[in-house]
């Protein structure tokens, strides 16, 4: 049986790792057990595990443009650290990414080996990390880019959408960004199989749903299979709500190396979108 650790297993992609994962040995922790930048309690964390999925991140896209240190301590610093320890035990580890680490002036889906360029520090910091994966782990390390997450566990777009139909009669929302609503639990199934699946070639895999969407679509898709009418959605620009980080205006992603691992990319994220709003987490946001 492969033994695996779970590091950010508190967080809404980490829990659904957890689940998905449930029926093998499991080494859960959240960032209150374990503290990624503390490289003895990484080594004594990692020590005994055959796979390591490394979830535990600073996710504060905007918060990184005024401590982008400390964000680089956790996405860079931290990952360093894991990609050591397994490096020394012989652990595999999969490290979640992001497509802030391209450059989002794109018009096509970006292959796995496209030029990375980011845009803000949250990116820059996630890049330090996929580089020490990298480095130090060339022939068992994978690094999996994610994007426009949601889920049953934390907020999310979807989540507070819903949750908005209750307050207002009509909703702007951004339609100039393009990207790939991704369903955390199936990028969860995604990274099990990806561990699992001894013979994968190392390195990049962009685990995002197929298809792509802008942020008005997706809520416009969000509502309509929820019973709401999508018409009190309506499309606005970026400049009508202005953040410390600049956002890429293109994030699709290309999935080819899932078929050279022998998997099946992730399924169009209307066919997921469909599938998570069925569950409790979002019918019950409705109700409330």
Not at 118 to 135: C, D, I, Q, T
Not at 167 to 193: K, M, N
Not at 265 to 275: T, V
Request: charged share 20%; aromatic share 6%.
């Amino acid at each position: 049986m492969t033994s695996w650790l779970v590091t950010g297993a508190g967080g809404m992609l980490g829990r659904d790792v957890v689940s998905v994962l449930s029926s093998d040995e499991v080494t859960a922790y959240d960032r209150a057990a374990l503290d990624i930048t503390d490289p003895a309690a990484v080594r004594a964390a990692v020590a005994g595990h055959d796979v390591v999925v490394n979830c535990a991140a600073w996710t504060d896209v905007d918060g990184a443009e005024a401590a982008e240190e400390a964000a680089t301590a956790v996405n860079g610093t931290g990952v360093e650290h894991l990609a050591r320890a397994c490096a020394e035990t012989g652990a595999r580890l999969v490290q979640v990414s992001t497509d802030y680490v391209l450059p989002g002036d794109g018009s096509a889906p970006y292959p796995e080996d496209a030029a990375t360029g980011p845009l803000n520090a949250y990116g820059r910091s996630k890049l330090v990390g996929e580089r020490a994966v990298l480095e130090l782990l060339p022939s068992r390390g994978y690094i999996v880019r994610t994007a426009w997450l949601y889920g049953e566990h934390g907020g999310n777009f979807v989540a507070t959408m819903l949750k908005l139909a209750a307050q207002r009669p009509s909703l702007d929302v951004v339609d100039d960004q393009q990207g790939q609503p991704t369903w955390s639990l199936a990028l969860a199934e995604q990274l099990a199989a990806l561990g699992r699946a001894v013979d994968a070639p190392p390195g990049v895999y962009h685990g995002t749903a197929a298809g792509s969407a802008t942020w008005y679509e997706l809520a416009r898709a969000a509502y309509e299979l929820s019973g709401l009418d999508p018409e009190r959605i309506r499309p606005t620009s970026s400049a009508a709500f202005p953040r410390p980080a600049v956002r890429p205006g293109y994030s699709v992603l290309g999935h080819d190396r899932w078929r050279a691992a022998g998997l099946t990319p992730l399924a169009d994220w209307r066919a997921s979108l469909a599938q998570a709003l069925e569950r409790p987490a979002f019918t019950g946001l409705l109700q409330s």
